[in-house]
Structure formats: structure tokens, C-alpha cells
């Protein structure tokens, strides 16, 4: 990361809630072929998330601690504050000397945006502004939550015109969290009803719907230079598994995550 950052744009989508076992099916079925030809592999790397649960995950994938590889470690990080006896901190990754990783590449040049999504990026309260007021420039629109059923969409809308409006000489480091997972899911699934609710089909389906879209998030990225991104969810969530329902909880399906990173190229 030492030798990307400052080279390359930077994009980080945290699939809001996506469960490991939901997103390895379907990668493996052919159904996320979007999102499966940029996985190393064809395959997600199986992962610890930081958190249970939106906010304390983001707080901590911002202070530079990304979902942690399910194999014992140590794991060196990409990124890191500096921090004095760190064992995950190695030649190659980017240090940094801000309290987070979100003002630490606004100083070393980036134009920081957040696309938010769930709630805790919505700005409409104290809370729902601590995430995003980290970053120079932040979004969010109700078209953008929970309850839309075209979020996704709307918010690749949105990173199209951040993307456009830049200098080209400007870097960028765009964070787009992805709602479109998250309960309610239901009406991502065609024939399925509010009443029957949310089940890890309509979970699938709407990985389904994120993954139509994500090309163009992918192709805007990228369309100036050369960008590094990381794909991941920052936590799971439970649909009755051994009785548990939602997240914030310590279940295995909450804290097993998918994660990729990979390179998108510039298009010649």
C-alpha cells in the first residue's frame, strides 16, 4: 500500500450485513458474475468482521482495521495508524498519523467522499453524523436507505457525478456503504410479500440487484487511473439461525464476513 497510495484511486464498498455463507453461494453459482470476475479466484476470502454491527465495525475499519482473515496470524494490515508495538503493521503498509484512515489520506492528498446508506450514515441526528463527518464531502438522500428499493442504483448515480466533477490530477478516495442488503430486503425478491418478511433468499436477492449495478460503480472508479479497491461486508446478520435474528449479537453468521480487494484498470 506504500507504493499505491498516492498512485492509485481508492474505493471501499462495505456491503451493508452480507453473510459469508450468502455471498460464497452465490458466487459460486454463477449468480454475482459482476462482482465474481474481480474476485481473486473467482471466490470471497472468508473474514472476522471488527463489529457486530455497522457503527462499531465502520469505526474500526476507519482506524484502519479491516475484517481480519478467518487463519490463525498475526495478519499484516494495509492500513495502520502509528502505534507504538503493533504486530500487524510490516514495511508495506500505509502508516498513517491522523486518528483514522479517512483524514490520514486527505493528508496525503485525497479527496475524501462518503456515499452513505444505513442509518448511522444519514446525518439526520449526532449519531447518524459521526461516520460520515469524517470525510471532506459526505451524501446521503432517503433514495440512498434502507426502505429504497432502488438504492443501490441511486447511489452509483451519485459516485458518477463525484467521479465526473473531479480534476483529473485530483486522487480519490470514494467509500460507498451499500444498504440494499440490510433489512428490509423482502421486496428484492420477486413474488415475496412484507408479510412473509425477510429470509436469506431475499438476502440473496438483493446481492442479486447489487451486483447489476456494481459495474458501473466499478467502471466510474476507475475511469481516470488505475484504482485499488475492497469489497466486504462489515458484518452478518441472522434469520432465525439457532434462534437469533439480526445482528449486534455473537453469532457466527454476524461475525463471519466476505472480503476481496483487487485492482480495477484503467481503461486504455
Known sequence: MTDVVGRDDLLLVTLDTLRF??????????????????LPGGVWEKRHAPGSFTYASHQAIFAGFLPTPAAPGPHPRLFAARFAGSETTEARTFVFDTPDLVSGLADAGYRTVCIGGVGFFNKLG????????????SHWDPEFGVASRTSF???VDLAEKVVAGLPYDQRLFLFVNVPAL???????LPGATRDAGDSPETH??????????????FAAASSRRRCFAIVC???GTAYGDDGFTGHRLGHDVVWTVPYAHF??????
Open 182 to 188: 440490510h433489512q428490509p430486503n423482502w421486496f428484492h
Open 263 to 268: 485492482f480495477l484498470e484503467a481503461e486504455a
Open 204 to 217: 440473496a436477492a438483493a446481492l442479486e440487484y447489487v451486483d447489476r449495478h456494481i459495474g458501473r460503480l
Open 233 to 235: 461486508s462489515d458484518h
Open 21 to 38: 455463507d450468502v455471498a460464497a453461494e452465490l458466487a459460486a453459482t454463477g449468480r454475482i458474475p459482476n462482482l465474481a470476475r474481480h
Open 126 to 137: 449526532p449519531l447518524g453524523s459521526v461516520l460520515p463527518g469524517m470525510f471532506q464531502e
Open 153 to 155: 442504483e441511486r447511489q
